[in-house]
């Protein structure tokens, strides 16, 4: 397996992708969020001082995956077609995971677009956080599944989190 984003001088380049066939993509990544007991029942009881923190944090996921090739240096932009960002409570865990689902009909792949929306919407729930627990952490940020393309389907086999197919 070679990179394909560096040129045989080494240097780093973006790839062409113009003599890919279009297909449908989508990728969905997952990443988690521990806090303490108290910041978690805040959050779920809406009760924190800046607001909605879950509605802010999708909203913030949808808007980081739709940026993604301004983040990222050697992205492609991307027509995106579906962008959802939704949230599980993890009570035991004391823990909110982010799932990010990004789709397009193109020539690369939303890997990235999903796990940049996962990555804002989780660095926007610290952001909203913060005064009430500094000590979250941000964990398990990962690409769970994507299709399309010339190399097709991937499923993550977990790697130790338990929880991918």
Known sequence: ?????????????????????ETKREATARGKIYMSRQCLDMVTQKTVAKGDVLGVARVAG???????????????????????????ILEEECAIEAICTARTTGRTGVEMEALTGVSAA????????????RAMELGHIHLEHKSGGRSGDFYNPGRGRGENP
């Open 1 to 21: 397996m070679e990179f394909t984003h560096f040129d045989s001088e080494g240097n780093a380049r973006m790839v062409d992708v113009g003599g890919k066939e």
């Open 122 to 133: 989780l660095l926007t729930i610290y952001d909203m956080c913060k005064a009430v627990d």
């Open 62 to 88: 949808i808007m980081g995956a739709k940026r993604t090739a301004d983040l990222i240096p050697l992205c492609h932009v991307l027509n995106l077609t579906k962008l959802t960002v939704d949230f599980q």
